[in-house]
């Protein structure tokens, strides 16, 4: 008899464990996939962008990527919303819920896993680190065309100065077809910058970058509402001044001035195709 009630007491604690995990589980699932919807919605734009990026790397799979991702996402959170609600009333009601809901997560769980897996697999790939195709020699010999990269979202920090950065290359001051460019910072907001006007030498924290035109500093000083004839000032905030590696090749801001913060799609940290030229950066 003793022994019977153990058995029972030891199975009732583990029942209990069991419908603890499950629900944890729950509520962990969808905690994370509500953020990442809201991140999806804050962050609609680079949907788009994505498509745009990804280069000529099978264009029929950047839309399929996005729309695989959108389902995916909307059933996944729909159904953890939905066995959380369940399992809430069925507190409220005094209902047994846990043995219908183990039956019923047992019978769907490769599908709930393979949902589950695509919707942050997908937001990874989307949100966080994108890969992408060089096109054009701008960055030569850092990166040439063809070779693929991988590019970091900026989600909680800015690029630094000698990042290797993308961005969207329109802006109220050059209109340029719909691309993306690759190109390195060499000023961020806060650099002290000045130009000399004998020789037409930029200077970045005293430290000598190029020769310019005196068309090309107009560019730049125009680009922030500055005099053509200012030689001394900090970076403004949000602003980066951005060249190509291979200057004579480079359409940048020596054409078109400062980007805005508000234009960057992310860092390039990886360059993974071709194999011989894997590197991290």
């Known amino acids: 008899m003793v022994d019977s009630n153990i058995k029972t007491k030891s199975k009732e604690i583990n029942t209990n464990t069991r419908k603890r995990r499950l629900v944890v589980k729950y509520i962990i699932h969808f905690v994370l996939l509500l953020f990442i919807a809201i991140i999806t919605l804050v962050e609609i ?21 996005v729309i ?20 809430f009333f069925s507190y409220l009601e005094d209902k047994d819920w846990y043995t219908k809901l183990d039956k019923i997560d047992k019978k769907i769980d490769l599908i709930s896993f393979t949902f589950k897996t695509l919707s942050y697999l997908l937001f990874i790939m989307i949100f966080i680190s994108t890969p992408c195709r060089v096109v054009g020699d701008s960055m030569n010999p850092t990166f040439e065309t063809g070779q693929n990269i991988m590019c970091g979202n900026y989600f909680f920090s800015s690029p ?31 650099s002290k910058i000045h130009f000399d006007f004998d020789t037409y030498d930029i200077y970045v924290d005293d430290v000598k970058i190029e020769t310019l035109s005196i068309n090309e500093i107009r560019k730049i000083n125009n680009s922030i509402d500055l005099a053509d004839e200012e030689n001394d000032y900090v970076v403004p905030k949000n602003k980066y001044l951005v060249f190509g590696d291979n200057r ?31 590197k991290f950066f």
């Open 248 to 278: 004579e090749r480079s359409q940048d801001s020596r054409s078109f001035g400062y980007i805005d913060n508000n234009q960057i799609f992310g860092k390039v940290f990886l360059r993974f195709f071709p194999f011989d030229k894997f």
């Open 68 to 87: 695989v991702y959108s389902i995916s996402l909307c059933i996944i959170l729909l159904y953890h919303l939905i066995m959380l609600i369940y399992v």
């Open 45 to 65: 734009n680079r949907i788009s962008i994505f498509q745009k990026v990804f280069g000529s790397l099978i264009k029929a799979l950047e839309g399929a990527g």
């Open 160 to 190: 630094n100065k000698d990042d290797v950065i993308i961005f969207d290359a329109r802006n109220e001051n050059h209109q340029i077809d719909d691309v993306f460019y690759i190109k390195r910072v060499v000023a961020k907001p806060g």
